[in-house]
């Protein structure tokens, strides 16, 4: 078991190398974790796990209510709903079954509602159901004029993204996965060291000699796919979503998650809680080509304002958090991407989208098992291991947190000591971030494990203090 | 488990506002008066101004914050640092996080003085990508002066008004060369020569007016910041390192989530003259009511409120039909903005260390040439005034309270305009 972020790689083959370790590459490695007899890797370009699309999503736990019936992803979203669901209960990822209305803003929408019920039931959800003008103001009486009704989604919760690829990625790591980070895939080759085939991986780090190889690099699974196999089934066209988060102080406006009735322009712009106790407000959804393109834009911030106005009008009033922007990995199919190439001993596990976070698991077991398949008794998948349970540091409001426990500042007085203010940050759990399993990178990496230095003022008052911590715990060695 | 407190004042926040609160308080024999402070140190943001400016010639923020600081400790107050009210539980009790534990402390009165910050980069909604070497002035000067960190090689400064002028001095104590000021504004709203000192002096930095950071670039560290001036031109501005200056907001959540009346163009509490809020025991002062005074008004503001919480601890009552004040435009806010029976602005003056006292603090949206101040109350003028220079945005500009016993408590809303 190892995180490796700089140095030379090992020069042993690994069995299993995942590239990727965003939330689904992280589930996967977590997954195969549990079979002790492999060597596992998980490489990722980044200098963190999580560092792609998983960090910058709409953090909500789906039912799969409104997927395509029959859908490959219809069934992930529909299974990782619930064995996400059952993991984040044991692992102490925060989740708030807040439940989620599709509100009808004109006729047509009102229209489409029954439609949207019955594709919910096709979905094996059954627990929509169709709400009046009156009761959607009774739910939500910070609402906007003019809704006139509701698709009802009990089901559908807010969750943590970050906690979620983190707790993939530690329990991977500490069932025995070894983790290179800053190992972005530049070239694949084949070699055979030991007269086995084995790919090789050029990263600036060095080459990793792997045999099989599973491909869920994201927005770059496409291109991956073109160098090892020499073509591709799909093409990723990055879609980006701008966001907005709106301070805590927000947070009493909005009881659901509000999703638009989706129309043929895609799904629209939802008002929905955080579980850090925030209101976010997004995403915008453009086409672009640039896989880098990562950044906000004067008209992107403008529409989600016109548009969240529309839906919340005494959120706009409100000051704002973060603004930030994710790319989806949209491809011109209508469905996840997730092909065996048993010949090639190769996995892709490309084209998932917004619903990833909630279909991970899923998607985890079912590749795990294309993996089985594909390699046969070459790779021993059939004794199925144990890993031991995480236990997650909670960041979400709906729980305790370290500064409101007495039991945990007797026992360390570190866990009454705030450092971040806005988000009640204290020195303990950001000690206890610095010397994880998987420390973080960067201070951003710290603000996702912590939530340090992600509140309304941005560092004001903690960003020195904070990034003086998380230096000094490099220097003396005990990071990384 | 919480323990279970009492304390006659409680002050939240040891800058110069709540230090002088307590000091005042403590020394006229008030009870057993305590400061709370979350950070580590006491002294509020004057700690992080390495500048003069405070209090005497030639005393620089940490002296003037140590000053403070000594003097209510001197006087009895109890100051308690690393202590965090992290909510209510009670008209006048306040939850508190500390190392030594969770606390609950119940006051006969409550003075909120917790300051305010500046908006950031993302409540400014600049758009563009998220790289590092993104500061606010409060940032970048404790990373210069309390923890003497690295802060980047070349910096643009958005905005041209003292705590802009303020971040220049920081970042260049740091050795970090200046591309820039950068203001919306037609010119500094500071003096002339302050302003061509920077312009013109040792470092000569460019002030670059009528222009709006557009968007950061960037991945990993900021590369460059494209600029638009009003005229819709564009240029990028290579730089490592951006300081957004200004544009300082209330700290107000302790106050909002107590159900404390806000005030809509302060964002802070709602005050009368004796910075009574709306809800009974419970008093504001300093920056968490007004952004942004210089300390030494908040520190006068501090002395001001002790009086009236000596009322309130002998039994005086709590004014129940308080008037909003408000504001005309071009002007933004007017601070205190409650007139209330028995609460002539004017009446502390003499509680004050010779400083202006008994006045209120106003801001203008556009630069207006010797405005003359219109007081009036349901179309009857209380009061004029002329203000004989030219005030500029984010610049003090006073308006005497001479006037407020005048007005009638029971009629509407008191009005201020440009006349």
């Keep these: 078991m190892s995180v490796t972020a700089k140095g030379p790689l090992p020069s042993e083959p690994y069995d299993v190398t995942v590239v990727g370790a965003g939330v689904v590459g992280s589930a996967i490695a977590r997954e195969l974790a549990g079979h002790h007899r492999l060597r596992i890797a998980l490489v990722e370009a980044s200098g963190d796990v999580g560092d792609g699309t998983s960090k910058a999503n709409t953090a909500i736990l789906h039912t799969g209510f409104d997927a395509v019936p029959g859908s490959l992803e219809a069934r992930l979203v529909r299974e990782g709903s619930r064995l996400l669901g059952a993991y984040a209960a044991e692992s102490g990822i925060p989740v708030e079954p807040v439940g989620a209305l599709l509100v009808a803003w004109d006729e047509e929408q009102l229209a489409a509602l029954p439609g949207l019920l019955k594709k919910a039931e096709r979905n094996g959800y059954d627990e929509a159901h169709i709400i009046g003008a009156d009761e959607v103001r009774a739910r939500e009486p910070h609402l906007g004029e003019g809704a006139l009704g509701a698709l009802s989604v009990p089901g559908e919760s807010i969750i943590c993204p970050w906690t979620t690829t983190l707790a993939y990625a530690t329990q991977a790591v500490r069932g025995g996965v070894d983790l290179h980070l800053n190992c972005a895939v530049e070239k694949v080759g084949a070699s055979s060291p030991d007269g086995s085939a084995c790919h090789a991986l050029t990263t600036p780090r060095g080459v990793v000699r792997t045999r099989y190889l599973i491909n869920a690099a994201g927005l770059h699974a496409d291109a991956l796919d073109r160098r090892l196999l020499g073509r591709g089934e799909f093409t990723v066209t990055p879609r980006r979503g701008q966001l907005i988060v709106f301070d805590k102080l927000a947070r009493d406006l909005v009881s659901h998650i509000l999703l638009p009735v989706p129309t043929a322009l895609g799904k629209g712009v939802l008002v929905a809680p955080t579980v850090y106790g925030n209101v976010l407000l997004g995403p915008t959804a453009e086409e672009l080509d640039d896989k880098r393109a990562t950044g906000t834009t004067e008209d992107g911030l403008a529409g989600l304002r016109a548009k969240g106005r529309r839906i919340l009008p005494a959120l706009l009033d409100e000051e704002v958090t973060a603004v930030y922007a994710g790319l989806r990995a949209a491809t011109e199919h209508d469905d996840y991407q997730i092909h065996a190439c048993p010949e090639e001993r190769c996995i892709t596990v490309g084209g998932i989208r917004s619903t990833g976070l909630t279909a991970s698991m899923a998607i985890a077991e079912y590749v795990v098992g294309l993996l089985a398949e594909a390699a046969g008794p070459d790779l021993d998948l059939t004794v199925p291991g144990s890993l031991d349970p995480v236990s997650m540091p909670n960041l979400g409001e709906a729980y305790p947190r370290p500064y409101q426990r007495a039991d945990l500042i007797a026992t360390d007085p570190a866990y009454g000591s705030i450092v971040c203010h806005c988000e009640r940050v204290t020195r303990g759990e950001i000690r206890d971030a610095l010397i994880s399993t998987v420390p973080p990178g960067s201070l951003d990496g710290l603000r996702r494990r912590t939530r340090a230095r992600g509140g309304r003022c941005q560092g004001f008052y903690c960003g020195a203090a904070v990034r003086e911590l998380f230096d000094g715990w490099g220097e003396s060695g005990a990071g990384r | ?419």
């Excluded at chain 2, 965090?84 to 609950?104: I, M, V």
């Excluded at chain 2, 008004?297 to 005086?316: C, M, S, T, Y």
């Design chain 2, 1 to 419: 488990m919480r323990r279970q407190r009492h304390v006659d004042v409680l002050v939240v926040g040891a800058g110069p506002a709540g230090l002088a609160a307590a000091t005042r308080l403590a020394a006229s024999g008030a009870g057993a008066v305590e400061v709370l402070e979350r950070d580590a140190r006491a002294g509020g943001v004057p700690r992080h101004c390495h500048h003069g400016g405070f209090g005497r010639w030639g005393v620089t923020g940490p002296q003037y914050a140590e000053s403070l600081v000594e003097a209510a400790l001197g006087a009895g107050a109890a100051v308690r640092t690393g202590v965090s009210a992290t909510g209510w539980a009670g008209a006048l009790s306040l939850d508190t996080t500390g190392p030594h534990g969770l606390e609950r402390i119940t006051a006969r009165a409550v003075v909120l003085a917790t300051g305010a910050r500046e908006r950031p980069r993302t409540a400014r909604l600049v758009p563009g990508t998220r790289p590092a070497g993104v500061f606010t002035t409060g940032e970048l000067q404790q990373a210069v002066h309390v923890y003497r960190q690295e802060i980047g090689t070349r910096a643009v400064v958005v905005g041209a008004e003292p705590v802009s002028y303020a971040a220049l001095s920081a970042l260049r104590h740091a050795g970090v060369e200046v591309a820039a000021l950068v203001t919306e504004e037609a010119r500094a709203q500071v003096s002339p020569v302050r302003a061509a000192a920077a312009r013109f002096g040792v470092a000569r930095v460019p002030l670059v007016t009528g222009a709006v950071v557009a968007e950061l670039l960037g991945r990993g560290r900021l590369s460059g910041v494209r600029l638009r001036r009003r005229d819709g031109r564009e240029r990028v501005l290579a730089c490592d390192t951006v300081v957004f200056t200004g544009d300082f907001v209330p700290d107000h959540e302790l106050a909002r989530r107590g159900g404390v009346l806000l005030d809509p163009g302060t964002r802070g509490p709602a005050v009368d003259g004796s910075f009574r809020t709306a809800s009974p025991g419970i008093f504001a002062v300093g920056n968490g009511v007004h952004a942004v005074e210089p300390a030494r008004v908040a520190a006068e503001e501090g002395v001001r409120v002790a009086g009236p919480v000596r009322d309130r601890l002998a039994g005086a009552g709590w004014p129940s039909g308080a008037v909003p004040l408000v504001v005309e435009s071009p002007l933004r806010w007017v601070a205190p903005n409650r007139v209330a029976p028995g609460a002539p602005v004017g009446a502390e003056v003499a509680e004050g260390p010779g400083g202006p006292g008994g006045r209120f603090v106003l801001r203008t949206a556009e630069a207006v040439f010797c405005p003359l101040l219109v007081v009036t109350q349901d179309g009857r003028c209380l009061h004029r005034q002329r203000v004989m220079r030219r005030v500029l945005p984010n610049q003090g500009l006073y308006l005497s309270g001479s006037w407020a016993g005048d007005a009638d408590a029971g009629g509407g809303p008191v009005r201020v305009a440009v006349g």
